[in-house]
């Protein structure tokens, strides 16, 4: 991912995590409720968040570390913002619990992508 690119994933997952928070609390709180998944519903767009500011982060730091490792950062951030918080979106809404299944592959994802953006920021030097 490029800069440009990595900076409008961020914004566009951060504003999408808004949309999607503000749905579940108000037009899906009962159903939340009802299936008790409002936690898993709220871990997701909580997560989304936090990856889409590491998103942001990463593309603001494109601009001075020119690495491939920051690249695979952004990339591993935004998908793993697709495997764990789609993946508990769906289970929220649905209740197929082999979803669960693909939650932790975002999680390794999201760690791949600390772990490329602490390489690309300590190459510098």
């Known amino acids: 991912m490029n800069q440009r690119t990595t900076i409008l994933t961020g914004i566009f997952m951060a504003g999408l995590g808004v949309a999607i928070g503000a749905f579940g609390a108000h037009g899906l709180k009962e159903l939340l409720a009802r299936t008790g998944r409002a936690d ?20 603001l730091l494109m601009g001075s570390y020119r690495s491939s490792a920051i690249r695979y950062a952004a990339m591993f951030f935004a998908v793993g913002i697709l495997f764990f918080s789609g993946s508990l979106y769906v289970l929220s809404l649905s209740g197929i619990t082999v979803l669960g299944a693909v939650t932790p592959v975002g999680g390794v994802l999201f760690i791949l992508g600390w772990i490329f953006l602490f390489l690309a920021v300590s190459k510098k030097g």
Do not use: D, K, M, P
């Open 40 to 59: 898993t519903f709220e871990l997701a767009v909580r997560y989304q968040f936090y990856h889409a500011f590491a998103l942001l982060i990463t593309g």
